[in-house]
Structure formats: structure tokens, C-alpha cells
């Protein structure tokens, strides 16, 4: 049965048997996403990476055919995942998350690689600089706009000095983001209290006890597990009149009084923008690592009514999209 | 050829799970779920002194003595603490994930840039082939992968000879009897709770070693690569059991290798006929089904058709 598996696979790649791999600028290329799971943040990205391949001119089905891999949480297909696009004579990579792009660093060395929904390629191993990476990688890291969101709070809500939020400690992205959030919080002169939690069982318990930790606000990393289970957090803060303040345009619709989003579906968007470089004949060698730094104001005028906590005027003016309120979503 | 290469190779490496599993299921009838921390117990334990520039060796080494560990701890506190024997593994299993945080220091530790067996594999698929590629039956393969894969061969084979050897000697054959019968085993004044502890200091040792080898290959060690580890490794040995059908030692082992290695193969087939990805594991699921049933299947077919 072993010996008859591995003819049938071997047979399913016969027709690539000595054929030599051809790649130019003009044909149409079979990009394969290579995913780690299923969740929601990697859906935003994906849709994120289309939208850019549409607004960078390339037509589906014309210039480039999309092949989707998932390992579905199994650690030990995320290989079989990248050697499955190889064989299938795959001619970019496009990679969602940390363990997709290193296996693609380790197992794609010939084939172009463009990695999104990674809070730091650096630290995943692909280069030692955005400048001096994998000849075959290119990609963009995102970590959340910290800096930016910790400014509107000390100038908007200056009586806010105590922060909160899950994280789950198994998350590399999340970690990543834990670590620049508590560095940019020092240098603002704000306290973080973080609650882990590993399941979205735990979230409810968690976000619980962070409410129960004195804060004056939940400022929510975003993550996998906290995007899927934000409800439970919004709700425990709904319950303890705390207003939450995220990073995730989806959080503001589910209940965050401000978002300050630089989320993965703009830098998936990004992303394929530089695969549409790498199609159009450009080295990604020559294309440097980039760190996603676009950001966008969206304030949810009843998340801050029922909390009644007015919103300064100039925030709203500012904002980007407003949800609520009189006038409804702008 | 890249994935039946890639196929063969994890699968190859993840029979060393299976084994322990093999030895804990089997062997003792212990339900041990201590497999899904040990696995990135020793990914761990690899990758933090391979990024501090020990040798592969040595790092590998400490992955199984700390597996080994993590059984033993198992093993105490079924057999001296009377906990039962899921909870047990679940309490270890449990502990290991914190541990694994604090020994990598962080979620995700990468070794594209450090030396570990990977590199010697690929020194070893360069000598064979002279260079950076070659040709394996007309299709071109890297040098790394086939060195990867007779590596992971040389290893499987040496373990299991060690294991074979190991299940024939008086220890051995007490662990096997305790499992068996421990009524008679304690009658011939054999303590049944040291074997036990024994038995899943091993287990998890061998459990722990192949997680630090699919570090190396894979190039990372994530501390959620043991999740759902158990059930790969329980059905591979079942599969094993399945396809070769004998309750020898040597059958037992050549099965729950080739279960892992089939297991492997049925997941690259699904990936490389472009299943849709929410499917991946229903289809697996099935094909598991069809390796289990057709067998037996196949030879109900042969006996009517021999008796009419």
C-alpha cells in the first residue's frame, strides 16, 4: 500500500518528469497561497492580497491563476505544503503567517516568495536586513500601530493611564506585538496589564480578569485568538463600562470605541503589490523587506454612547470611517 | 518527486513519534497524551541550543533526554501519585507548554541560519550526487532532500534495530509481559510501576527526538507544532498494525514505521491533487478509512472467490 501511494504520487507528477522549468514575465503564473490556518485574519489578508493583484492591474485567469494550501493547524504539512507548489511547478509563493514563510525559506530556494501576515520577516529568519534578505524573498511585516493609537489616547482621553490586553502566548505575531506595544508604552508613560490566554474557551475568563485588573481602558493586540473571541472582550468590557480601544477594522465594527487599523488585509494588499513587481520582471532580491506603516482612524460612535464617553469632535473629524451614530457608517 | 522525497522524509521522522506511541499504546495500554508536549518539548530543546551553537548532535541528544524526562514525570505520577493515566499525560502535557515557552524564550524559534542535521543532510546528498541537484529516475531532485531522506532512513533503521534489539532482552521482555499480564509479571517479582515509568521515559523520549529532527528539517520549532501530534502518531500505528496484520516485535515496529510513512503519502496526495483546503482533513480521514478496510477487504474478495 506504501509502495502503490508513492507511485500514484510519483505518477501525478509525470508530467514534469525532466521538464525543465520555464518562468517569464509574459505567462500566466500559478501563485500558490500558502496558509497555516483557517482564521479570520488570514481570510482579511487573502482578500487583502486579490485586491491588491486586481488594483495592480492583473486580471484572475488571464495573468495568474490562484492555487490555496492549507495546513489547517498541522504543524507537520506546513513542508508538504511549500513541496506540494514546488512539484506543481508553482512560480511564486505568496505565505500567511511565520511557520508557512520559513518553510518556504527552507523548501522554496528557487521559487519567488512573498510573504504577508508576519509581524517581523527579520525575526522569522528571512534576512539579516530589509536590505540584505533570501534572493527569492519579499514581503511585508506588520506589527500594529502602536505609537499612533497610544497618541490618541494621551491626547484625547489624557485621564487614561492604565491599559489592558489578552494576548496568547503561543501566537508569534501576537508576541512580536506584545513586545513593541510594552516598549512603546514606556516610552508614553502608560502601564500595561496583560492577561494570557491560550483557547477561545479562555477568553471569556480572561478578558474577565483583565477587567477586574483596574485599567482604565483595553487597548487589544490583534491576533488570531483575540480577533475570533473579541466578542467575549467586548462584552466583559461592555459589562465593566471600559471603553476598548484595537487595531483590527472588524473590532470596530464589533463593538471597539476607536480603532487605529493597520490591519492584515491593507498589508496583504501591499503584499501583492510587490508580487506584481516580481511578475511584471523585477528581482525580488532587489526589492527590499518592508514594514507595513499605513494606518487608518475608524471611531464607533455607539460603542462610545453606550459608554457614555463623548468623543472629541476633531477625533471624529479625523476618523477615516465613523460607524453609528445619526449619520451611520461614512 | 520534491513531495514524495518530502513525504517520505517526515513521514520517516514522525515514525519515531510513532514508535513511542507504539511503545506506550502497545506495549503498556497507556493512553499517554504527554506525546503532543514532548514533541515540541524536544523541538524546543534542539532549537534553543542549536541557536546557541551547540551541535546538532548533542542538541538532538538533550531532546531526547528531556523527553525522556518529561515520560518519567508521566510515569510518577500515574504509578507513585495513583493519578490516572489520560490525566497524567494531560497534567505533563499541560506543564510542557509553559516550558516550552520558557525554554525557546519566545513562540517560534527559526534555524534557517544555524547548522543542524538539515545541513549535514545536504553535505550528504552532495557527496552522493556531486552537486547541488540530481536526477532521481528522470526527475530532478536537490541535494538536500535526498540526503534528508537517507538520513532520516539511517536513523529509523538504527533506532528500531536498537528497539528490536532492546524488546528481545530480559528488560525488554518484562516490559512487554507488563503490559500483557501484570499479574503474572508482578508474581515473577518484576515492579510493574518502574516499568511503566521506564517504558514512557522512552516512549517520550523517541517522541522528543522526532520533534527535534522535524525542527531541523523544517528549518523552525513553533510551540504549537505538537498540537494533534497523538492522534497522527495513534493512527499510524494502527494503520501499521492494519497493513502488516502480526503481533511480533519486528512486525510491530516495520508496521508503525510504514503506517507514519503511509500516512504521510496519503496527506501528499490529497495536497498534490489540489483538494479544496477546507477538505483536507475529512479526505485524509477517508483515506485512512480506505487503508484500514481495504485490506481485509481485498482478502474476504480472494477467499469467496477461492471457495467457489
Known amino acids: ?44 489578508a487573502q482578500a487583502g492580497v486579490l485586491e491588491g493583484l486586481a488594483e495592480s492591474g492583473l486580471v484572475d485567469g488571464r495573468d495568474y491563476q ?10 507537520a504539512t506546513v513542508s508538504a505544503l511549500v ?97 513593541a506595544l510594552d516598549e512603546a508604552a514606556k516610552r508614553a508613560g502608560f502601564e500595561i496589564e496583560y492577561v494570557p490566554a491560550e483557547t477561545a474557551t479562555d477568553v471569556p475568563d480572561a478578558a474577565a480578569a483583565l477587567m477586574s485588573r483596574d485599567i482604565d481602558a483595553v487597548l487589544q493586540l490583534p491576533g488570531n485568538l483575540t480577533a475570533s473571541a473579541f466578542g467575549s472582550i467586548g462584552e466583559a468590557a461592555r459589562r465593566s463600562h471600559i471603553p476598548v480601544f484595537a487595531f483590527q477594522k472588524s ?14 488585509r491593507d498589508s496583504g494588499r501591499h503584499a501583492a503589490h510587490l508580487a506584481a513587481r516580481i511578475m511584471r520582471g523585477a528581482n525580488p532580491a532587489t526589492i527590499p523587506l518592508e514594514d507595513f506603516g499605513k494606518t487608518s482612524l475608524i471611531v464607533n460612535l455607539d460603542a462610545a454612547r453606550s459608554l457614555n464617553i463623548p468623543l472629541p469632535p476633531v477625533l471624529v473629524r479625523s476618523a477615516r470611517e465613523v460607524i453609528g451614530g445619526t449619520g451611520g457608517n461614512r | ?79 507513585r501519585f495513583k493519578i490516572n493515566q489520560l490525566l497524567s499525560g494531560i497534567l505533563v502535557m499541560t506543564a510542557l507548554y509553559s516550558i516550552n515557552l520558557h525554554v525557546m524564550g519566545q513562540s517560534n524559534l527559526p534555524l534557517l ?60 521482555s518484562a516490559m512487554r509481559a507488563s503490559g500483557d499480564n501484570e499479574q503474572m509479571i508482578r508474581a515473577l517479582g518484576v515492579s510493574v510501576g518502574n516499568m511503566i515509568v521506564i517504558g514512557l521515559a522512552i516512549a517520550n523520549g523517541l517522541v522528543a527526538f522526532a520533534g527535534a529532527l522535524l525542527a531541523q528539517y523544517q528549518g523552525f520549532a513553533d510551540v504549537q507544532m505538537g498540537i494533534g501530534m497523538i492522534v497522527w502518531g495513534l493512527a499510524s500505528v494502527i494503520i501499521g498494525r ?67
Open chain 1, 1 to 44: 500500500m506504501v509502495i502503490a501511494a508513492s507511485a500514484i504520487l510519483l505518477l501525478s507528477d509525470l508530467q514534469h518528469r525532466g521538464r525543465a522549468q520555464a518562468r517569464t514575465a509574459s505567462h500566466k503564473w500559478k501563485l500558490y497561497f500558502v496558509q497555516y490556518n483557517d482564521v479570520i485574519d488570514v481570510k482579511d
Open chain 2, 1 to 79: 518527486m520534491t513531495l514524495l522525497l518530502s513525504a517520505w522524509t517526515i513521514g520517516l521522522i514522525l515514525s519515531l513519534l510513532a514508535l513511542g506511541i507504539y511503545i506506550s499504546y502497545r506495549v503498556f495500554k497507556f493512553a499517554d497524551i504527554t506525546a503532543d508536549g514532548s514533541i515540541t518539548f524536544g523541538a524546543a530543546v534542539a532549537a534553543a541550543m542549536l541557536t546557541h551553537g551547540r551541535h546538532p548532535l548533542a542538541a538532538s541528544g538533550a531532546a531526547f533526554v528531556a523527553g525522556a524526562l518529561a515520560g518519567t514525570c508521566t510515569g510518577v505520577l500515574h504509578t
Open chain 1, 83 to 179: 513541496d506540494a507548489a514546488i512539484t506543481a511547478h508553482a512560480d511564486m509563493l505568496i505565505t500567511f503567517s511565520t511557520p508557512t514563510l520559513q518553510a518556504a525559506l527552507r523548501r522554496a530556494q528557487n521559487v519567488p516568495v512573498v510573504y504577508n501576515y508576519v509581524s517581523s520577516g527579520l525575526k522569522a529568519g528571512a534576512g539579516k536586513s530589509n536590505t540584505d534578505h533570501a534572493p527569492n524573498v519579499t514581503g511585508v511585516s506588520l506589527l500594529p500601530a502602536n505609537d499612533e493609537a497610544l497618541t490618541i489616547l494621551k491626547t484625547h482621553f489624557p485621564t487614561i493611564r492604565r491599559l489592558g490586553t489578552l494576548y496568547c502566548p503561543a501566537e508569534t505575531n501576537m508576541v512580536n506585538a506584545k513586545i
Open chain 2, 113 to 172: 541560519s544555524a547548522t543542524t542535521l538539515a545541513t549535514y543532510a545536504q553535505d550528504l546528498g552532495r557527496w552522493i550526487s556531486g552537486h547541488d541537484s540530481a536526477t532521481l529516475m528522470g526527475w530532478p531532485v536537490s541535494a538536500r532532500d535526498l540526503g534528508s531522506l537517507l538520513l532520516a532512513a539511517a536513523i529509523v533503521l538504527v533506532i528500531a534495530a536498537i528497539l528490536w534489539l532492546f524488546f528481545n532482552t530480559n528488560l525488554g
Open chain 1, 66 to 75: 490562484v492555487e490555496i494550501l492549507n495546513a489547517q493547524g498541522d504543524m
Open chain 2, 242 to 308: 492494519a497493513l502488516i496484520g502480526s503481533d511480533s516485535v519486528g512486525a510491530a515496529l516495520t508496521g508503525t514505521i510504514l503506517g507514519s510513512v503511509l500516512f504521510r503519502l496519503i496527506i501528499a496526495l490529497a495536497l498534490r491533487w489540489g483538494l479544496n483546503p477546507n477538505d483536507l482533513k475529512l479526505v485524509t480521514a477517508i483515506f485512512v478509512f480506505a487503508a484500514l478496510v481495504l485490506p481485509s477487504a481485498m482478502q474476504k474478495v480472494r477467499r469467496h472467490a477461492a471457495a467457489s
Open chain 1, 251 to 264: 473590532q470596530a465594527i464589533g463593538g471597539a470605541m476607536v480603532v487605529v487599523a493597520r490591519d492584515y
